[in-house]
Nanobody, 119 residues
Framework: QVQLVESGGGLVLPGGSLRLSCAAS????????MGWYRQPPGNQRELVAV???????KYATYVKGRFTISRDNAKNTVYLQMNSLKPDDTAVYYC?????????????WGQGTQVTVSS
């Protein structure tokens, strides 16, 4: 069994910064792509950024230049540095990972962490 646990959400003023972390634990053989998604109030879940095990990244256009995704493979942890936050960034942020265990590869999700950008 694999667990993803996010941390670092909260309330921040417009223009401020937050850093999210997501640590994977359990019966992990390897982790391929890790990523962050978000679900704004009343909207569907959407991609924020993903990063491969080799460090290749992809960003949604609405966060490019403001957010940075990174990972520490030794710690099975992915991070999301969010700068220049806007009220439109308010959402529940979820991390996801493609994880290989002895049972094969599957997708896992964290429980989500709330990010609220408001004055």
């Amino acid at each position: 069994q694999v667990q993803l646990v996010e941390s670092g959400g909260g309330l921040v003023l417009p223009g401020g910064s937050l850093r999210l972390s997501c640590a994977a634990s359990g019966s992990i053989v390897s982790i391929n792509t890790m990523g962050w998604y978000r679900q704004p109030p009343g909207n569907q879940r959407e991609l924020v950024a993903v990063i491969t095990s080799g460090g290749n990244t992809k960003y949604a256009t609405y966060v490019k230049g403001r957010f940075t995704i990174s990972r520490d493979n030794a710690k099975n942890t992915v991070y999301l540095q969010m700068n220049s936050l806007k009220p439109d960034d308010t959402a529940v942020y979820y991390c996801a990972a493609e994880v290989t265990t002895l049972r094969g590869e599957d997708d896992y999700w964290g429980q989500g962490t709330q990010v609220t950008v408001s004055s």
